[in-house]
């Protein structure tokens, strides 16, 4: 068990290029989050796949952000035409779902994360 | 919707003293309750969590914190700190159906002083 893998750990970018994160869960586990976190707030969620499917999306998420888990394993985080506003640590999670009855074991196993700057 | 309060930005602490980091939280259905640490330069690490079951929850480090269902609250306390306790504490709370997506607070940076 070697975590949650983030790739690259930092990225600086200019205003308007596209950027993308890739994220590898624990190998066991099929749910995988993305959370966005900036400078004196908590973790903000941004989407959940169960497997390969994208099951929840936030708000927050707008259609410059696409994210993907073509395989059910890595994920990739796409963001298109990067604005200022975007720059913020992206963090990845995965957990194993727990019951048949869709109770979970309340744990998210957190990556280091991938810090974008975006001058 | 859920919700979640830590009043406390930063809270400086002396070395061996005691240490209480509040958490309220705001939800009309059941909920899971959680603390995460988060060390410098490094990724969320959950410290402990309450699922149901005895009110008084412990986890790594020597952490603790008792689940208040009047108070709507989820307090986090450790009888003395350590210079290694340095790092940023967040509360968080997850439905306790479906998965586990969190809502977290906006963090508690505790700084103990030597």
């Known amino acids: 068990d070697t975590g949650v893998s983030q790739n690259p750990r930092h990225k600086i970018t200019k205003r308007g290029q596209n950027v993308t994160f890739r994220c590898d869960p624990i190998?066991?586990?099929?749910?995988l989050y993305w959370y966005r976190q900036t400078l004196g707030q908590g973790p903000e969620f941004l989407t959940y796949?169960?497997?390969?499917?994208?099951?929840?999306k936030s708000r927050l998420l707008s259609d410059r952000f696409s994210a993907e888990r073509p395989k059910g394993s890595f994920s990739t985080l796409e963001i298109q035409r990067t604005e200022q506003g975007d720059s913020a640590m992206y963090l990845c999670?995965?957990?194993?779902?727990?019951?048949?009855?869709?109770?979970?074991?309340?744990?998210?196993?957190f990556g280091e994360g991938s810090r974008l700057t975006v001058l | 919707a859920q919700s979640v309060t830590q009043l406390d930005s930063q809270v400086p602490v002396f070395e061996e003293a005691p240490v209480e980091l509040r958490c309220n939280y705001s939800?009309?259905?059941?909920?899971?309750l959680f603390w995460y640490v988060q060390y410098p330069n490094q990724g969320l690490q959950l410290l402990l969590k309450?699922?149901?079951?005895?009110?008084l929850v412990k986890g790594i480090n020597g952490f603790e914190a008792e689940f208040n269902k009047s108070q709507t609250s989820f307090h986090l306390r450790k009888p003395s700190v350590h210079i290694s306790d340095t790092a940023e504490y967040f509360c968080?709370?997850?439905?306790?159906?479906?998965?586990?997506?969190?809502?977290f607070g906006t963090g508690t940076r505790l700084t103990i002083i030597p």
């Open positions: 796949f169960q497997n390969e499917a994208q099951l929840e």
């Open positions: 309450y699922l149901s079951g005895s009110t």
């Open positions: 999670a995965s957990s194993s779902r727990a019951g048949l009855a869709g109770e979970h074991t309340g744990e998210l196993f």
């Open positions: 939800s009309s259905v059941s909920v899971y």
């Open positions: 190998s066991e586990h099929n749910r």
């Open positions: 968080a709370v997850s439905l306790n159906f479906g998965n586990e997506k969190l809502t």
